[in-house]
C-alpha cells in the first residue's frame, strides 16, 4: 500500500469496504473489495469519468452495475461458469505484501488487492491461484490496473481463463460518441451468434444495441466525446521491463528479434509457409500476453429496460469498451504467471483523429 494518506479504507453502502485513492493534485479512484471493482475514477477537476448505474445494487452476490467490474476466470457465456465468471462477486482481501512488479509504480498512489479461491469456489472451478490486481493513479490521474493471475496447483494441472477489464465509461450521450482503433478490425457480434464480421467504415458510432469483441486489435483505442470535449484513451498491454517476451520472426532472407510484442498479428499469420514466429522470455516461470480483443457493448433502449439494476435511459450515458482475452484463451501451468494491465487517461481536449498516443492528443488541445 502506497501513503496512508493518499489511501483510506471505509465502509460504503451495506457494509461493504471501499478503498479511496487520491492523489496529490485531486484525481481520485474508489475501488469496492467486494468484486475489487473500481467504482469511482475523477479527474482533478472532480468530475466522474466512469458510470455506474443509478440502480446499480451493492448488496452481494448481485455485482455492482459500472466502473470496472473483473471478468474472471470467464468472459460472458463463453464456457459453463456464470455469466462473467465469479471475481466480480467475490470478497477481494488487500494484499499487504505484494511481489514487486518491474515497474515504477511505487511512487504513484496505488492499493493491491488479492483474491484466492474458497473451498466453494472449487467446487465450480478446481483449480488454485492467486490473483493480484493493482489499482493505481499515475500522473496526470491517468487509472492503471494491473493483473497478475497464478497458477498455484499443486496436482500440476494447467487451467485456462478468458478475462475482461469491463469498463464503462460515462459519456455525455451515446450518439455524440466515437470510438477509434478498431475500425477495419474483425469482430464476433455477440447479437448475431457469435459470427465474424469485418468492420466497415470510418470510426465505430452508435445509434442502436452493440455487443461486438473485436479481434487482433491495437493496444491503444480511443473514446471521443465531443459534447463533453473529452477523449478516453485505453492502454493495454503486458508489463513493461522484465518479463517482457522476445519475439523472433525467421523468415528467409533474415532473423528479426525484437522485444516487447508486436502489434499487428495479422501480418505475422498473413505468411505462414515462410515465416515462423516463436517467443521466449525472460524469467523462467512467467508468461506475458497482451490482450488481443476490445470489447464495445452499450445496452441500448430495449435491453436497458430489460435490467432492474439499470435506469431505463442511462444506456445514453455510458460505453463499455472493455480490454479482454477471450479468442485465445489464456492457459497457464502451475508456476506460471499472466499479466495484463490497463491504463485509463483522460484527456480534456478535441481530439485529432488517428493519433492515439495520449501525450500527441494533449498537443492537440
Ligand atoms: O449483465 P452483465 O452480466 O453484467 O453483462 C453485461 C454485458 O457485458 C458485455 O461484456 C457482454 O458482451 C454482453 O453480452 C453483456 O450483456
Known amino acids: 500500500m502506497s501513503s496512508e494518506r493518499a489511501i483510506e479504507l471505509c465502509k460504503a453502502a451495506n457494509g461493504l469496504e471501499k478503498v479511496i485513492l487520491r492523489d496529490a493534485r485531486g484525481s481520485s479512484a474508489e475501488v469496492y473489495l467486494y468484486g475489487g471493482q473500481v467504482t469511482s475514477w475523477k479527474n482533478d477537476h472532480g468530475e466522474e469519468l466512469l458510470f455506474v448505474s443509478s440502480k446499480a445494487i451493492f448488496k452481494p452476490p448481485k455485482a455492482i452495475r459500472g466502473g470496472i467490474p473483473i471478468c474472471f476466470p470467464q468472459f460472458s457465456n463463453h464456457g459453463s461458469l456464470e455469466q462473467h465468471g465469479f471475481a466480480r462477486n467475490r470478497f477481494w482481501s488487500i494484499d499487504t505484501d505484494p511481489p514487486p512488479l518491474p515497474t515504477n509504480s511505487s511512487s504513484q498512489v496505488h492499493i493491491d488487492l488479492i483474491l484466492r479461491p474458497s473451498e466453494e469456489d472449487m467446487k465450480i472451478w478446481p483449480h488454485s491461484y492467486e490473483f493480484r490486481l493493482r489499482i493505481a493513479l499515475g500522473p496526470g490521474g491517468n487509472l492503471m490496473l494491473i493483473s497478475r493471475v497464478r497458477n498455484t496447483n499443486t496436482d500440476g494441472k494447467p487451467f485456462t481463463f478468458t478475462f475482461a477489464y469491463h469498463t464503462y465509461f460515462s459519456v455525455s450521450d451515446i450518439s455524440e460518441v466515437r470510438v477509434e482503433g ?3 478490425l474483425d469482430y464476433l457480434d455477440n447479437l448475431q451468434n457469435k ?18 469483441i473485436y479481434l487482433s486489435t491495437p493496444t491503444k483505442i480511443a473514446i471521443l466525446d465531443h459534447e463533453k470535449k473529452r477523449t478516453f484513451v485505453i492502454r493495454k498491454d503486458g508489463l513493461p521491463d522484465a518479463g517482457l517476451p522476445i519475439y523472433f520472426l525467421i523468415n528467409v532472407d533474415a532473423i528479426h528479434i525484437w522485444r516487447g510484442g508486436y502489434e499487428s498479428p495479422k501480418f505475422l499469420k498473413n505468411d505462414p509457409g515462410k515465416n515462423k514466429i516463436g517467443n521466449f522470455l525472460i524469467g523462467s516461470s512467467e508468461t506475458l500476453l497482451f490482450f488481443f480483443c476490445a470489447v464495445v457493448w452499450n445496452p441500448w433502449d430495449k435491453k436497458a429496460k430489460a435490467m432492474a439494476d439499470f435506469g431505463d435511459d442511462e444506456y445514453k450515458h455510458m460505453l463499455c469498451v472493455e480490454a479482454a482475452a477471450i479468442e485465445k484463451p489464456i492457459t497457464l501451468k502451475p508456476g506460471e504467471e499472466w499479466r495484463g494491465r490497463q491504463e485509463l487517461s483522460a484527456v480534456p481536449s478535441s481530439y485529432c483523429s488517428g493519433q492515439l498516443d495520449p501525450q500527441k492528443v494533449l498537443q492537440c488541445s
Open 195 to 212: 459470427e465474424r464480421f469485418t468492420e466497415q467504415g470510418d470510426a465505430i458510432t452508435f445509434e442502436s444495441e452493440v455487443d461486438k
Open 182 to 184: 478498431l475500425e477495419t
